[in-house]
């Protein structure tokens, strides 16, 4: 693929969890990354986001998927997400729910997942069953949907934006 230049992605092909959590903050910021307009390299946040990540569970191991990377998987088939928020949020089951549904495609026997917070120390279970099967399966067709548009979605109201690294390509004079 040729940096920068728009390729679709096929229904065959997999998403990742960059794809569900840009979806489930924006379907703008998702339309725009597809097409190789990448600002989280210059953000503080994302950052910041990933150093929580590395220096809260030193002892855990990513698991690569290809397409997606879950920060751990325990014994049972739980997924784990760390996220650097101080508060909890759908879009952060969204994307757990979305990485047992890449484990059950792989064959795995998935029975849900946790985000945890490290800065406000708090978790937050995630199930899994036929309903958040369902649920991602949706999620993952509205991503399919915002990627194969071909005008990007309305953006947020500005107040949304607050902290998104996609700001200034929105909101820029």
């Known amino acids: 693929m040729t940096p920068g230049l728009y390729h679709p992605v096929e229904d065959s092909e997999p998403l ?3 794809h569900i959590k840009y979806l489930c903050h924006c379907p703008r910021q998702l339309w725009l990354y597809m ?5 989280e390299a210059r953000s503080d946040r994302v950052a910041f986001g990933e ?25 049972g088939a739980i997924v784990h997400e760390t996220k650097s ?3 909890p949020s759908a879009d952060h089951a969204a994307q757990v ?3 047992c549904l890449l484990l059950e495609r792989r064959g795995i026997t998935v029975r849900g997942g946790v985000v945890h917070y490290p800065l406000i120390r ?4 995630v199930t899994w069953d036929d309903n958040a099967r369902a649920e991602a399966e949706d999620t993952e067709a509205k991503a ?30």
């Open 51 to 75: 150093v929580v990540a590395e220096t809260s569970f030193t002892r855990r191991r990513e698991v690569d998927l290809g397409e997606a990377r879950i920060d751990w998987v325990t014994a």
């Open 97 to 99: 729910r979305h990485y």
């Open 144 to 173: 399919r949907t915002v990627i194969a548009a071909t005008t990007p979605p309305e953006r947020l109201s500005r107040g949304k934006c607050r902290g998104c690294s996609y700001l200034d390509y929105c909101w820029g004079d």
């Open 85 to 87: 928020s101080r508060a």
């Open 16 to 18: 990742g969890g960059v």
């Open 35 to 39: 097409r190789g307009y990448r600002p």
């Open 122 to 125: 708090r978790t937050t279970e």
